[in-house]
């Protein structure tokens, strides 16, 4: 029943998709590169994790439509969420982002359907041969209902335990089923949904390490016994306790020579500015050097609703803003950043006005400088005050007036790397006026 609603919705939106196709299509031609169309250009799917309350939102719709061609539900497909007591699917929030990406020409990554975590305690509560009924019947269950639909599965995600020791996970699965769980697993999947790729899923494994080696002989020996397995995804949450590693490629390549593709799954890396956004550009280039590396998801689309929002991980900022970690990755991608930045060896800046202090008769005004999609050498920016105002001081910047226009040029700050930022700051006397001064057009050369 379930799936014949399901296959419906899936024929109605075949027209919607082909016109969403076109539209991107004519889009992509006049205006600038976006996330997916500059790895598509690559032969990749550039994908976010999406949360189905945030659909509604109207910037959070559109960020994610113009920018990414493949999601992955961050929750609405966990077991938790779609098997909550034993045989009673629930697939409504999973249902409307399927069908959204549908509508667009997405992808789908399906995320996950064996896991310890956000499982239903009654499936802890089964003794071992209930427990192996219940997790062929849970993958039935969800690869089913999305039979035909999903590019990808995490058939299992995160069994192996961190630290030296390269063991398994305790888990209900683990304790109860022994190591060969995982291997049922990918069997049943295979069967329920031949086109779909099957993956093994896990985090700190995204360099060469006691964990990571523990997968790669896994993965070896399902290989060698004809076990079904297509792909190993790569989590990639990284922070200053967990940085990108240096053997990130070599890691990729080792596994992709296994015979699987490659993916990574969860991509976000703390932090800010060009530090930031020089992390993000090794990741990508460690994901382009590797040619059965496949894609590429970032876990979530705005900073204001990622799982460590604090850390300010992603390429958009609260307000949608693309940061330097998106013009960063769209570079490294081989796209080019505004519609005035052609990727064609054109340097381009964006500069952004914030004040920074206020009191009653003066401010503190600071303008952002951002390269774009190239390195450049040197910038320019006006600064054009309300008639009564006027600035008493400027550093970080290099200030020729003009009746009430200042042009700044750089001090010691010009050279600036693709997607880095530098700044210049000013103290304004308002005598008697409070409005915001207005910044101009950035140029770069
Ligand atoms: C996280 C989600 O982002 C959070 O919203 C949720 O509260 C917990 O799970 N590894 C995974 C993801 O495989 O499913 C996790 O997602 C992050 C770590």
């Known amino acids: 029943?379930?799936?014949?609603?399901?296959?419906?919705?899936?024929?109605?939106?075949?027209?919607?998709?082909?016109?969403?196709?076109?539209?991107?299509?004519?889009?992509?031609?006049?205006?600038?590169?976006?996330?997916?169309?500059?790895?598509?250009?690559?032969?990749?799917?550039?994908?976010?994790?999406?949360?189905?309350?945030?659909?509604?939102?109207?910037?959070?719709?559109?960020?994610?439509?113009?920018?990414?061609?493949?999601?992955?539900?961050?929750?609405?497909?966990?077991?938790?969420?779609?098997?909550?007591?034993?045989?009673?699917?629930?697939?409504?929030?999973?249902?409307?982002?399927?069908?959204?990406?549908?509508?667009?020409?997405?992808?789908?990554?399906?995320?996950?359907?064996?896991?310890?975590?956000?499982?239903?305690?009654?499936?802890?509560?089964?003794?071992?041969?209930?427990?192996?009924?219940?997790?062929?019947?849970?993958?039935?269950?969800?690869?089913?209902?999305?039979?035909?639909?999903?590019?990808?599965?995490?058939?299992?995600?995160?069994?192996?335990?961190?630290?030296?020791?390269?063991?398994?996970?305790?888990?209900?699965?683990?304790?109860?089923?022994?190591?060969?769980?995982?291997?049922?697993?990918?069997?049943?999947?295979?069967?329920?949904?031949?086109?779909?790729?099957?993956?093994?899923?896990?985090?700190?494994?995204?360099?060469?390490?006691?964990?990571?080696?523990?997968?790669?002989?896994?993965?070896?020996?399902?290989?060698?016994?004809?076990?079904?397995?297509?792909?190993?995804?790569?989590?990639?949450?990284?922070?200053?306790?967990?940085?990108?590693?240096?053997?990130?490629?070599?890691?990729?390549?080792?596994?992709?020579?296994?015979?699987?593709?490659?993916?990574?799954t969860e991509l976000d890396i703390e932090g800010s500015g060009s530090a930031q956004a020089a992390d993000y550009t090794k990741v990508v280039e460690a994901c382009l050097a590797v040619s059965r590396c496949t894609g590429m998801t970032v876990w979530g689309v705005t900073d204001k609703y990622s799982w460590r929002s604090g850390g300010t991980p992603l390429l958009f900022d609260g307000n949608y803003q693309e940061k330097p970690a998106y013009d960063a990755v769209l570079s490294a991608l081989g796209g080019s950043g505004d519609p005035g930045d052609p990727g064609d060896g054109t340097l381009t800046c964006t500069a952004t006005y914030t004040r920074t202090a206020d009191w009653s008769s003066g401010y503190n005004g600071q303008v952002t400088i951002t390269a774009g999609g190239e390195p450049i050498s040197s910038w320019t920016a006006t600064v054009t005050l309300p008639a009564q105002q006027s600035v008493s001081s400027l550093w970080n910047g290099t200030p020729t007036r003009s009746g009430n226009v200042m042009t700044v040029r750089p001090s010691w700050n010009g050279t600036l790397a693709a997607g880095a930022s530098t700044s210049f700051g000013f103290t304004v006397a308002k005598n008697g006026s409070d409005a915001a001064p207005a910044v101009g057009t950035c140029t770069a050369s």
């Open 1 to 264: 029943m379930r799936m014949t609603v399901r296959r419906l919705t899936r024929a109605a939106t075949a027209g919607l998709v082909a016109a969403a196709a076109l539209t991107a299509a004519a889009h992509s031609a006049e205006a600038a590169d976006t996330l997916g169309s500059a790895a598509a250009g690559q032969g990749r799917y550039f994908g976010t994790a999406v949360a189905a309350n945030h659909l509604g939102e109207a910037d959070y719709a559109a960020t994610l439509d113009r920018e990414f061609s493949s999601v992955t539900p961050e929750n609405e497909m966990k077991w938790d969420a779609t098997e909550p007591s034993r045989g009673t699917f629930t697939f409504g929030s999973a249902d409307r982002i399927v069908d959204h990406a549908q509508g667009q020409g997405m992808d789908v990554r399906g995320h996950t359907l064996v896991w310890h975590s956000q499982l239903p305690s009654w499936v802890g509560s089964l003794g071992a041969s209930d427990l192996r009924t219940a997790m062929n019947d849970h993958i039935n269950g969800l690869m089913g209902h999305y039979k035909g639909e999903i590019h990808s599965w995490d058939v299992v995600n995160e069994a192996f335990q961190d630290g030296g020791s390269g063991a398994r996970r305790s888990s209900p699965f683990q304790d109860k089923l022994g190591n060969g769980f995982i291997e049922e697993a990918f069997r049943t999947a295979r069967a329920a949904d031949p086109a779909a790729k099957l993956c093994y899923n896990d985090y700190n494994t995204d360099g060469v390490n006691a964990k990571s080696n523990a997968v790669y002989d896994m993965v070896e020996d399902f290989k060698s016994r004809g076990v079904p397995i297509d792909c190993v995804g790569f989590q990639s949450h990284f922070n200053s306790n967990s940085p990108v590693p240096s053997d990130y490629r070599q890691n990729l390549q080792r596994f992709a020579d296994l015979g699987v593709d490659v993916q990574i």
